[in-house]
């Protein structure tokens, strides 16, 4: 079934040139590409040294899970990143919010590579370790919706589940970028080299990749939506404020949409099944390198999910193609742990790849769906803060609740069955929404975007988006 564009769609629609359209999309790749880098070489350190550099002393039980929560705290301050950059991006542009995430998050990045560790300085280490952390969750806060709506807003109509999955693909990519470089460290700094410093190396090479994202971002135009609510100088003066006032169910719906994603994507973007594996007192005790690869090939499934994810929702609707992505993701969770617990690299890598599938499906459409949510004056703020707060209910402790399930029941079915639960979640939240694929963007019809969001409401404009 194939979308077609609702009457009297905004000129904001559409891009002005093809030029224009390879920028952001190349923009909107390389900078998410680079963000989520940072944030989850921070993951995979967490789960294969952190405990052991700045949290030994909580003893071999908590130190792991001290570990975990760090990667946790990050998303308690993701609102806070979110709050920022929807006031300034829905006041001052998109643009402008893209290029001081990526900033901060290159220097709090680069800064957790040279940190002394708890044998050197003591309890200051796990604590500056924990304060570069926070950067990082705030600068991740604010950065995909910038990048969300860079990419939808310059989108023709037709196109905008296409263009959207570009900031969604770089989350995979980032992970296969964290992965395979974290992977060749572990084989070149083998053994005691790795915790000594081989880790620290794809730490500092984010001072490199920030300058890239940083190239790249400053050549795209502003979106054409914000343009023209500037030149009108209808942005809102208190866009959160309105956001909540008339949005507030919407807010939380659109975040468990998320959070059923976020939950089962955290168990390898959040380290978990890394050092689940990888762990010479676990059941399985594989060596730190070949994990890391399997975990790299599984990024490359789920980037290409993604991307078919995102493209297919502009033919069949966002709705329809979420439907499918969660009944995808109850399969790969429950072949998860058994292909896993097989013991084996390659059971390891067929258990995450078909996981990847359904989590793909679940997130190509992502940026597209948040992006027709929301009126434009207040598209920022609805898209940061229901994406910031999905985290926190979804990914933020996953990885600390399946190791905590783990400890606590010796196997791993009481995490299969959290995961379970998340997915239901998630696809419970979507079944409440409309779809609302084609929906115009620009400014000029606030009144259908402010309306028609759940399924059942009357249509809030005319067209033949799926339901």
Do not use: C
Not at 156 to 184: N, Y
Not at 421 to 450: F, K, N, S
């Amino acid at each position: 079934m194939s979308i077609t564009s609702p009457p009297g769609a905004s000129p904001v629609d559409t891009p002005s040139s093809r030029r224009d359209q390879r920028r952001v999309m190349m923009a909107t790749v390389v900078g998410t590409t680079v963000e989520w880098y940072d944030f989850f070489i921070y993951a995979a350190a967490a789960g294969l040294v952190f405990g052991d550099l700045f949290f030994a002393p909580a003893g071999d039980q908590f130190a792991q899970i001290l570990a975990f929560i760090t990667v946790g705290i990050s998303f308690l301050f993701r609102p806070v990143g979110a709050f920022l950059a929807g006031h300034l991006g829905d006041k001052y542009g998109r643009r402008l919010v893209l290029m001081l995430t990526l900033i901060l998050m290159g220097i709090s990045t680069t800064l957790v590579g040279l940190l002394p560790t708890h044998t050197s300085i003591g309890l200051a280490a796990p604590i500056l370790l924990i304060l570069l952390r926070i950067l990082q969750g705030i600068s991740a806060g604010g950065e995909w919706g910038g990048a969300a709506l860079l990419a939808v807003e310059h989108a023709p109509t037709k196109k905008r589940g296409l263009f959207g999955a570009a900031p969604q693909i770089g989350v995979p990519l980032g992970l296969l970028l964290a992965s395979g470089v974290m992977a060749l460290m572990a084989q070149i700094a083998r053994g005691p080299a790795f915790h000594d410093w081989g880790w620290r190396v794809p730490f500092l090479l984010s001072v490199v990749l920030i300058w890239v994202g940083y190239f790249v971002r400053r050549r795209v135009e502003e979106s054409p939506v914000f343009t023209e609510i500037a030149e009108r100088k209808h942005q809102a003066k208190m866009p959160i404020v309105e956001l909540f006032r008339k949005h507030s169910v919407l807010v939380i719906v659109a975040a468990l949409v998320f959070a059923g994603n976020n939950a089962v994507g955290y168990m390898t973007t959040g380290g978990y099944i890394q050092r689940y594996a990888t762990d010479p007192k676990g059941p399985i005790g594989l060596a730190t390198s070949p994990v890391l690869w399997a975990v790299t090939g599984s990024a490359v499934t789920w980037l290409v999910a993604t991307f078919v994810g995102g493209w297919l929702s502009d033919h069949l609707g966002r709705r329809r193609v979420y439907v499918l992505g969660w009944i995808l993701q109850l399969v790969g969770v429950f072949t998860l742990f058994p292909l896993v617990n097989m013991g084996s690299v390659g059971s390891l890598f067929l258990g995450l790849a078909i996981l990847t599938i359904g989590l793909g499906f679940t997130y190509g459409p992502q940026s597209s769906l948040y992006t027709e949510l929301f009126p434009a004056s207040i598209r920022f703020s609805g898209v940061s803060i229901s994406y910031a707060i999905g985290a926190i209910l979804g990914g933020a402790f996953a990885p600390t609740i399946a190791q905590a399930l783990v400890q606590a029941t010796g196997g791993t079915s009481a995490v299969t069955w959290y995961l379970t639960g998340m997915t239901l979640v998630g696809l419970a939240a979507t079944l409440l929404l409309r779809d609302r694929t084609g929906i115009p963007l620009g400014p000029d019809h606030e009144a259908e975007q402010a309306n028609g969001h759940f399924h059942g409401q009357p249509r809030a404009y005319a067209s033949a988006s799926a339901n």
